[in-house]
Structure formats: structure tokens, C-alpha cells
């Protein structure tokens, strides 16, 4: 009985369809050396019956080994690309160094000198003995944006002496007019495009002006020219008058 038995599963042997191995590992082989030799390789469920029915019979042998773990948790990307937005804010901001105290700011011309020969023409008496002049020269100045260049000055008469007293208008005067330049390297407004010089002025007749200009930084030259007031004397007295640059962002 044994030996027809073993001849069924070596005949179901012969019929199994072995399955398709899956990825993970997992072999089922069974074996026998007889009396009817067989072999099977991961059967399908006659072959399997076929093997189980030789081990229990005692004439064949199995072999199984598995192996599994869990899949990806979504599709493998073998290059990814992360795109990293960047960003930040620079503020607007104009610079002028202009000493260490207010003091470096208060331009004294000291004393403007006027004819006082007692030989003197008569039309010439009183009159400047030459133009009043200063300088400013700072090595930091400018804007990093648009910006405008503005002078002004608080009287368009000038350096203005507040405390005359009484004179003859046809032949005195107790104001003395002046003029402001600035020289600079710049650029217009909105231009990108190497610095090149630049300047402004404000005449002797007027009050303040304005250049635009695109972001600039470089040195500052402030020429401040009161000339020879002709024609006229001038009145004994203190002179003063304020002079405003500014450099304003847009």
C-alpha cells in the first residue's frame, strides 16, 4: 500500500505547475529518493498536497525557507529635487559724515573784510574786499536707493545781518548773497551704469534746488562762494544765514 502510495505523489508530482517565486524569498521544495524519486519546487496546491501526503508517508522530505518585510510607504524617488526660496530686505538708508560734533558744521567765515582806507573812492568805500569762500569735503556720502540731492538755504538774501540798525538803501546793503555747489560721482535716477561726476548748484539768486539720482556713495565736495558785493557797502554787523544738504531716498 505504502508503494502505490508513493507512486500517487510521484505522480502528482510530475503534474504540479511549480508557482512564480514572488520578490521576497519563499521556497517550498520537496524531495524523495524512492521508491519512486521525485522532486518539487515551489508547487502549486497539487504539488503541495502531493509533497505534504510523501512527508506524512515518510518517504520524502521538505525544505522551506521565507522571508518578507513591509514594502515602501509610497514610490521611490531614486532624485528628488527640494527648491529652497530665499529671502530678505536691505533698508533704504543715505550717509554724509560730517564730523564727530555739531561744531565741525558751523562755518565761520571770521571777519569779511570791507574797504576802510580812509583814502578810499567814496563809491568804493565799505565795499568787500573780496568774495567770502568755503569748503566742505567729506569722503562718505550717498544713498543706496533713488534718491534726491537737495540744497537749500533758509534766505534767499544770503548771509543776513539782523541787527542793522538805520542806512541809506541806495548806498548800503546788510545782506551778502552767495552760491552753493556740490560735486559728487553718481548716476541719474533709475540709471545702472558706472559712476561718472556729478554736481549741483544753488546760484546767489536762488533758494534751493534739487538732482535726482540713482544709489551713489563716493566723496563730497561743498563749495560755498559769497562774492563781491559791488556797488554797495555793507553794514557793520553779524552775518549768518544756514545752508541745508540733504540726501533723501525715494
Known sequence: MKNILCGAVAALALVAAAAPASAQTSELH???PGPIPYQITNPGFFGTLAGELGVALEVGTRYRASADAPSDTET???VVDVVFTLSGSVNKDCSFYSGNDA???NIDFGVIGVRTGNNENVNDAFEMVGPATANIDTLTAGCNFNNNVEISKNDIRGLVNTAPGGYDTNEF???IPYSVAANWTGVALNAQVAGSPQSWTVGTAANAGTKQQGAWRSRMDIDIVAP???GKGLV???YSGTTTLTLRAL
Do not use: C, I, L
Request: charged share 10%; proline share 6%; net charge neutral.
Open 236 to 238: 557793520a554787523g553779524d
Open 173 to 175: 546793503q546788510a545782506n
Open 228 to 230: 563781491v558785493v559791488t
Open 76 to 78: 521611490a524617488t531614486p
Open 30 to 32: 520537496y524531495a524523495s
Open 103 to 105: 561744531g565741525a558744521r
